[in-house]
Antibody
Framework: EVQLVQSGGGLVRPGGSLRLSCAASGFTFSNYWMTWVRQAPGKGLEWVANIKQDGGQIYYVDSVKGRFTISRDNAKNSLYLQLSSLRAEDTAIYYC??????????????WGQGTLVTVSS | SSELTQDPAMSVALGQTVRITCQGDSLRSYYASWYQQKPGQAPVLVIY???NRPSGIPDRFSGSSSANTASLTITGAQAEDEADYHCKSRDSSGNHLYVFGPGTKVTVL
């Protein structure tokens, strides 16, 4: 079964840091792009970052550039998101997902169960 | 612009058909993908590409595209189809940047 299991998250003060993890199983992790998507309470989905199979291409949404870092360890079948300089507006459920990105076609599937990050003093 | 627009809410009678649309300039160049999200759950991919369904997605879900508009159609809506539906497209820049629409809440009456 293709599965993504997330860990990390929690309550952090403004300006603080946190690392999210996403453990993959049931597929060849190193063959896929991976992505992070977040959802603020009561809001829609927001794409956050992508990382290519070998880590050689990385993209971020403008609002997190310079503060968040996506990375992966193919030997451990794991994806990470380091969140730094956190702001109240970063409060959201963060999802990891396997990604297929090629030409005009793209999809995110499956998704992890999500992990809540709350930024508050 | 890479923004996508969707109707905030739609309703459909049980067994009837509902068409959910997503508009944006990037859809002239890239297909949309569609995600179903039920309360308290992670999103699930339902349609991608021209009109492709992942394994396990019922064939009452279909997709289409014309000009700057992508559509998700549920033919013969079931009670379990009540959910939020989010479209997604690739950024017009050509880089691997992605954007979601605001989502459409579908209520099955």
């Amino acid at each position: 079964e293709v599965q993504l299991v997330q860990s990390g998250g929690g309550l952090v003060r403004p300006g603080g840091s946190l690392r999210l993890s996403c453990a993959a199983s049931g597929f060849t992790f190193s063959n896929y792009w991976m992505t992070w998507v977040r959802q603020a309470p009561g809001k829609g989905l927001e794409w956050v970052a992508n990382i290519k199979q070998d880590g050689g291409q990385i993209y971020y949404v403008d609002s997190v550039k310079g503060r968040f870092t996506i990375s992966r360890d193919n030997a451990k079948n794991s994806l990470y998101l380091q969140l730094s300089s956190l702001r109240a507006e970063d409060t959201a459920i963060y999802y990891c997902a396997r990604a297929f990105l090629a030409g005009t076609v793209h999809w995110f599937d499956p998704w992890g169960q999500g992990t809540l990050v709350t930024v508050s003093s | 612009s890479s923004e996508l627009t969707q109707d905030p809410a739609m309703s459909v009678a049980l067994g009837q058909t509902v068409r959910i649309t997503c508009q944006g300039d990037s859809l002239r160049s890239y297909y949309a993908s569609w995600y179903q999200q039920k309360p308290g759950q992670a999103p699930v991919l339902v349609i991608y590409g021209q009109n492709n369904r992942p394994s396990g997605i019922p064939d009452r879900f279909s997709g289409s595209s014309s000009a700057n508009t992508a559509s998700l159609t549920i033919t013969g809506a079931q009670a379990e189809d009540e959910a939020d539906y989010h479209c997604k497209s690739r950024d017009s820049s050509g880089n691997h940047l992605y954007v979601f629409g605001p989502g459409t809440k579908v209520t099955v009456l």
